[in-house]
C-alpha cells in the first residue's frame, strides 16, 4: 500500500428561557392557529382540495399528509405551494366541481399563515456540509499562504437547495494530490515569510534525543487548531501521531514525517467538512453551539474563509457568544475586503447572476456582449450589493437608488460614455430616474432575457420571487412558449400583445396578471440593459401597466417606486434568503416564528443591511441546533 492510500486510510476511517409574557403570546397564538386549522383550513381543502391532492397527489402537494400534521416541517412546504397556487387562481383548476370564492381564498391564505405557531420550538439541526470549491481554496490561502487557485482543478459543484456533503474517491484523490501541491509549495517557498510559516507549521526539530513522538505531538496540536477550526480532541491527536509514525516507518525523516502528517489534516473530514465539536453529553435536545461552531458559521458565511486570530480568539475564550460581541464581530467581518465573499456566495445567487458569464447570447444582435463588458456587469452589481451592506444602508435602496459603479465599457449601455471612461469601476451619480437599482441593472436585465430579445414574462416573475419573495407557480406542462406560437396567429403582432394572448387562456390568465405588467414596465431596456424607446420591429415601447393591487404606473421610473413603497416585503423577502443561506437548509415552520421577531427589530432601524446581518447571526435559529429528535 502507498504513503498515499495508507494516509486515506487513516484520516477517513470512521472513529475520526422564554418570559411568561412570551409564553402566554404564544399559548395564545397555538390556540388560534388550532382554531384556524380545524374550523378554516381542514374544512377548505376537504372541500376544494383533497380530491387531487390526497393519498396520490398532483405536482407533489401532498395535503392529505399535512392534514395529518399540520405543524410539522414536511407540511410547511407543502401548505407554502397550496398557497401560492390558491392566491393566483391556479387551483382548484377552472374545470373543478367546486370553486371558491375570492373572499374564501382570501380567507385560506391568512389561516395558512397561523399554522406556523403550531410548530414546535426547533432551530433544526446543525448542517454538516462540505467545504465549496471557493471555501476551500480560500481556507488554503488563509492558513497556508497558497493562491486560491490551487483548487481551480476541483469539478465545478451543482448545488440543488442545500450544500453538497459527500465526497466520492476521485474527490479524495483529488484533495490528496492538491495538499501535496500545498506541501510542496510551503517547502520550496524561499524567503522569511516562507520561513515563519514553516516555522509556525513544523516548530522546531525536537534536541538529540528527545521524544520526537512527544514533539510530532504538540506540532499535532498547533496544525489541527487551525485546520479544524477548533481544538482538536485527544483521539484526533492521536490519529495523527500514527500516520507520524507510519511515516518514520517507511524511512521519511523527522521534518518529512511531520509533512505526511500537514497532508493527512488537508485530507481529514475535520478539515473537509463543516462539522459540529463532537458528541454534546446534555439532557436537552437543542443546544447552543459552541463558540468554535459560531466562529466558523459566521466567518465562512460572511467571508467564504476560516476563522481569523481575533474570531478565533474570542472562540478560545469562550465569549464569542455574548450578543454584542458577536454583533461587533459580524461587523469587523463586514467591513473586511473579504467580505465581498458574501455577494459571490449570496448576492449573484439571490440576483439570479450566477449564470450571467456563460449565458448564451446572439452575437450578430448583441456583439457587445463581450467578456469585458459581462464581467464589468457582474462587477457592478457586485459593487453596488457591498455599498449597500458595508454604508449600512436600507434594503429599499436596492430597489431604488441615485448611484451606480460603471467604467468605460459599460457606461456605453447607459449612454454614458461622454463622462465615464476606461477600465476602472468608479462610483457614478445617476441623473435617469429609470435607472438606479437592480431593476434597471444590466446584469439583472440580461440574465433574465433570451439569448435574441427581452422576456417581460422572466422578468415579472424573477421581480414577483427573487425581489418581493412572491412564489410563482410553474407553467402548464401544455402551454406553448411564444416562439411556438402558430405564426399564422401571431404575424403583425408585438412582443406585449403575444405575450398577452397567454392571458387569453384561462389556465395562464391569473398568473400572467401578476408577472406580466411588471415585465413590460421593464420593455425600455433591451435583452442587454440599453435604454430604448422601439422594440424590435420598430414598434414604440409601452411599458405602461397596472399592479394587481390596482397601482398604475407608465415607465420604469414609476415601477420602481411602487415596488420600493412595498420595502417591509423586500426586507422579509431578503432576511428569508440570507438565514436559509446561513443555515444551509430551507427554512420550516418554527423559522417563520422566529423570523417575524426579527422583522421587528429589523424594522426599528429602518430596515437597514447590516441590521439584518447582526440580527440573523445573534439569532436562535444561527446560534442553536437540534442534536437529538
Known amino acids: 500500500m502507498s504513503l498515499g492510500a495508507a494516509l486515506l486510510v487513516f484520516v477517513l476511517a470512521p472513529g475520526l428561557a422564554v418570559s411568561q409574557a412570551g409564553a402566554a403570546d404564544h ?6 392557529a388550532e382554531k384556524a386549522f380545524k374550523e378554516g383550513v381542514g374544512p377548505f381543502v376537504n372541500k376544494y382540495c383533497i380530491r387531487c391532492h390526497g393519498p396520490r397527489p398532483k405536482a407533489g402537494i401532498n395535503l392529505k399528509s399535512a392534514l395529518r400534521s399540520p405543524g410539522s416541517a414536511s407540511s410547511f412546504l407543502h401548505w407554502k405551494k397550496a398557497v401560492a397556487n390558491v392566491k393566483v387562481h391556479d387551483m382548484p383548476p377552472i374545470d373543478a366541481a367546486k370553486i371558491p370564492t375570492d373572499e374564501e381564498r382570501s380567507q385560506f391564505v391568512e389561516w395558512i399563515g397561523k399554522l406556523k405557531h403550531l410548530s414546535p420550538k426547533d432551530p433544526g439541526p446543525f448542517v454538516i456540509r462540505r467545504l465549496s470549491k471557493v471555501e476551500y481554496g480560500h481556507t488554503l490561502r488563509d492558513l497556508y499562504g497558497v493562491d486560491s487557485s490551487i483548487a481551480d482543478d476541483l469539478p465545478e459543484e451543482v448545488f440543488g437547495e442545500g450544500y453538497l456533503n459527500s465526497l466520492s474517491p476521485l474527490q479524495s484523490e483529488l484533495f490528496l494530490e492538491i495538499a501535496k501541491q500545498v506541501l510542496q509549495r510551503i517547502q520550496g517557498k524561499e524567503g522569511e515569510a516562507a520561513a515563519r510559516m514553516r516555522k509556525r507549521l513544523f516548530g522546531e526539530a525536537p534536541p538529540a534525543g528527545a521524544d520526537q513522538r512527544e514533539a510530532a505531538r504538540r506540532v499535532a496540536r498547533s496544525q489541527a487548531r487551525d485546520a479544524f477550526r477548533r481544538p482538536a480532541t485527544e483521539a484526533e ?75 478565533s480568539a474570542l472562540a478560545d475564550e469562550g465569549r464569542l457568544h455574548e450578543p454584542e460581541i458577536l454583533r461587533a464581530q459580524a461587523r469587523r467581518l463586514i467591513m473586511d475586503p473579504r467580505s465581498r465573499a458574501l455577494f459571490d456566495g449570496f448576492g449573484a445567487q439571490w440576483l439570479g447572476l450566477s449564470k450571467l458569464e456563460s449565458q448564451t447570447f446572439d452575437a450578430e444582435l448583441f456583439p457587445q456582449m463581450t467578456p469585458a463588458l459581462r464581467a464589468a456587469m457582474m462587477a457592478e452589481a457586485r459593487l453596488f450589493f457591498e455599498s449597500i451592506v458595508r454604508e449600512n444602508r436600507r434594503v429599499v435602496r436596492f430597489v431604488d437608488s441615485d448611484y451606480t459603479f460603471l467604467n468605460g465599457t459599460l457606461a456605453e449601455l447607459y449612454g454614458m460614455e461622454g463622462s465615464v471612461k476606461g477600465p476602472e ?70 412582443l ?60 420604469p421610473r414609476e415601477l420602481k417606486r411602487l415596488i420600493a413603497k412595498r420595502e417591509t416585503k423586500l426586507a422579509r423577502n431578503l432576511t428569508e434568503r440570507l438565514m436559509a443561506y446561513a443555515l444551509c437548509r430551507q427554512l420550516e415552520g418554527y423559522d417563520e416564528i422566529v423570523l417575524d421577531q426579527l422583522m421587528e427589530k429589523i424594522a426599528k432601524d429602518d430596515h437597514r443591511m447590516q441590521t439584518i446581518i447582526t440580527e440573523i447571526v445573534t439569532s436562535y435559529l444561527f446560534t442553536q441546533r437540534r442534536v437529538r429528535d
Not at 511531520?258 to 443546544?287: H, N, Y
Open 496 to 555: 406585449r400583445q403575444r405575450t398577452v394572448l397567454h392571458q387569453t387562456d384561462p389556465v395562464c390568465a391569473n398568473c400572467h396578471k401578476a408577472l406580466d405588467p411588471i415585465g413590460f414596465g421593464l420593455e425600455n431596456f433591451d435583452a442587454i440593459g440599453r435604454w430604448r424607446e422601439k422594440d424590435d420591429a420598430g414598434g414604440a415601447i409601452d411599458s405602461a401597466g397596472t399592479l394587481p393591487s390596482g397601482e398604475a404606473f407608465a415607465n
Open 27 to 32: 399559548a395564545a397564538l397555538k390556540a388560534d
Open 237 to 311: 491527536l492521536d490519529t495523527l501521531v500514527r500516520v507520524f509514525d507510519l511515516g518514520r516507518d517507511n524511512g521519511l525523516d523527522y521534518q518529512e514525517a511531520l509533512g505526511l502528517m500537514l497532508k493527512a489534516v488537508l485530507v481529514s473530514p475535520q478539515f473537509l467538512f463543516i462539522t459540529p465539536a463532537g458528541e454534546v453529553d446534555a439532557k436537552d435536545p437543542i443546544v447552543p453551539l459552541d463558540d468554535h461552531q459560531l466562529a466558523s458559521r459566521l466567518s465562512y458565511l460572511l467571508w467564504a474563509a476560516p476563522p481569523d486570530a481575533e474570531l
Open 425 to 494: 469601476m468608479r462610483k457614478v451619480k445617476l441623473t435617469n430616474p429609470n435607472r438606479g437599482g437592480v431593476l434597471g441593472m444590466p446584469a439583472t436585465l440580461a440574465a433574465t432575457s433570451f439569448p435574441n430579445r427581452t422576456s417581460p414574462v422572466k422578468r415579472g416573475v424573477w421581480a414577483l420571487e427573487q425581489i418581493l419573495g412572491e412564489h410563482v407557480p410553474p407553467p402548464p406542462p401544455d402551454v406553448p412558449e411564444l416562439k411556438e406560437q402558430e405564426q399564422e396567429s401571431v404575424e403583425g403582432l408585438t
